[in-house]
T-cell receptor, first 117, second 115 residues
């Protein structure tokens, strides 16, 4: 149980294009999902908290107009990197909390590697 | 703000050796503490957690005790196996501290177990 998937697992795009990453909770409902970014040999940094049916909460320094988050259902959150540039190349990881348990534990997706040329 | 500091790797041990990975934290509230493990090519998996002082989390032979007095949550295992080779992340959740609702992670420790 508590499986989170991400799609795609990796993507290469040209500078200036937009890329959408999906995060799904496969066997539980998640009112709250999180998006993290991980640089090589660095820690995971929280980018934003995605709440079903409401606007996402972004961390300081994260551009909300560049990283669009939509959480339209209890099992799906999407992150769209708009007008991507090479500096946006990174490993993006989502996580979700199982609202049925009420616990703080977050379950993580396998990540999406983005390379912007 | 909150932060997590863990020993940097890689840490290389022989099979059946004793393992300790140090983790210390700073937090404004009363955090819950976690260890996550990332096996090659896979996503992060929760290894164990502790939600209050003196709690001990344990799983798969790994243990960690929430020490408020030393703000630490060191990961230990008595006898490691080759299959334990992975990257281990210490993390905290501090929603009552007024900060983010997500997790604050350490940089991760790459553990390599040699047969």
């Amino acid at each position: 149980g508590a499986v989170v998937s991400q799609h795609p697992s990796w993507v290469i795009c040209k500078s200036g294009t937009s890329v959408k990453i999906e995060c799904r909770s496969l066997d539980f409902q998640a009112t709250t999902m999180f998006w993290y970014r991980q640089f090589p040999k660095q820690s995971l940094m929280l980018m934003a908290t995605s709440n079903e049916g409401s606007k996402a909460t972004y961390e300081q320094g994260v551009e909300k107009d560049k990283f669009l988050i939509n959480h339209a259902s209890l099992t799906l959150s999407t992150l769209t990197v708009t007008s991507a540039h090479p500096e946006d190349s990174s490993f993006y990881i989502c996580s979700a909390r199982d609202q049925g348990t009420g616990e703080e534990t977050q379950y993580f997706g396998p990540g999406t590697r983005l390379l912007v040329l | 703000g909150d932060s997590v500091t863990q020993m940097e790797g890689p840490v290389t041990l022989s099979e059946e050796a004793f393992l300790t990975i140090n983790c210390t934290y700073t937090a404004t509230g009363y955090p819950s503490l976690f260890w996550y493990v990332q096996y090659p090519g896979e996503g992060l998996q929760l290894l164990l957690k502790a939600t209050k002082a003196d709690d001990k989390g344990s799983n798969k032979g790994f243990e960690a005790t929430y020490r408020k007095e030393t703000t630490s949550f060191h990961l230990e295992k008595g006898s490691v196996q080759v299959s334990d080779s992975a990257v281990y992340f210490c993390a905290l959740s501090d929603p009552g501290g007024g900060g983010a609702d997500g997790l604050t992670f350490g940089k991760g420790t790459h553990l390599i177990i040699q047969p």
